[in-house]
């Protein structure tokens, strides 16, 4: 049981170019997210997934586009990068049950942009 | 929107004193509170969380209260041992449509000096 899984871990890109960020979970949840985490600002929520074939945008969604391919995986793409956009990426996971809703992360993707 | 504000945004302490980190939020209909560690270099995961009908919640040398009136929660730690250090975050959560949204506070880095 991997849990949440991404790749790549690392990742340098130059300004303009695109690229996309996967992500797979195993436990069956139905709701998926993606997070960028940057210095002093804590995580902030760029798309979100509550079942399959569904998304939505979260705070910061400009700039992405995400694809929720089945119930196991969720992607994140950057049509043209920004420097604005070095930071790390999480995904996460999640199988909300009432008000309550713990979120399983990723080991997070370091991207820089130059 | 939900908006999160947490304090302090650094706090360094002695092993065995106790650490207080308290968290705003903005939104009254928010129902969810949790609290995420994330030690260098690692994924967040989830150390406690509280829903809006308990005032107090503990879980052997950590604890997290709630006061809904005045909005605002915090973490507790007793007995602090150097494995506490890492990164601490809260977080709101406003359950709607069948899932939840968290919106996290900036977090804060607590080092504990043996």
């Known amino acids: 049981n991997a849990g949440v899984t991404q790749t790549p871990k690392f990742q340098v890109l130059k300004t303009g170019q695109s690229m996309t960020l996967q992500c797979a979970q195993d436990m069956n949840h139905n709701s998926m997210y993606w997070y960028r985490q940057d210095p002093g600002m804590g995580l902030r929520l760029i798309y979100y997934s509550a079942s399959e074939g569904t998304t939505d945008k979260g705070e910061v969604p400009n700039g992405y586009n995400v694809s929720r391919l089945n119930k196991r995986e969720f992607s994140l793409r950057l049509e043209s990068a920004a420097p604005s956009q070095t930071s790390v990426y999480f995904c996460a996971s999640s199988e909300p049950r009432g008000f309550a809703n713990e979120q399983f992360f990723g080991p997070g993707t370091r991207l820089t942009v130059l | 929107g939900e908006n999160v504000e947490q304090h302090p945004s650094t706090l360094s302490v002695q092993e065995g004193d106790s650490a207080v980190i308290k968290c705003t939020y903005s939104d009254s209909a928010s129902n969810y509170f949790p609290w995420y560690k994330q030690e260098l270099g690692k994924r967040p995961q989830l150390i406690i969380d509280?829903?809006?009908?308990?005032g107090e919640k503990k879980d052997q040398r950590i604890a997290v209260t709630l006061n809904k009136t005045a909005k605002h929660f915090s973490l507790h730690i007793t007995e602090t041992q150097p494995e506490d250090s890492a990164v601490y975050f809260c977080a709101a959560s406003l359950f709607a449509g069948g899932y939840n949204k968290l919106i996290f506070g900036a977090g804060t880095r607590l080092a504990v000096h043996p």
């Open positions: 509280i829903r809006s009908n308990v």
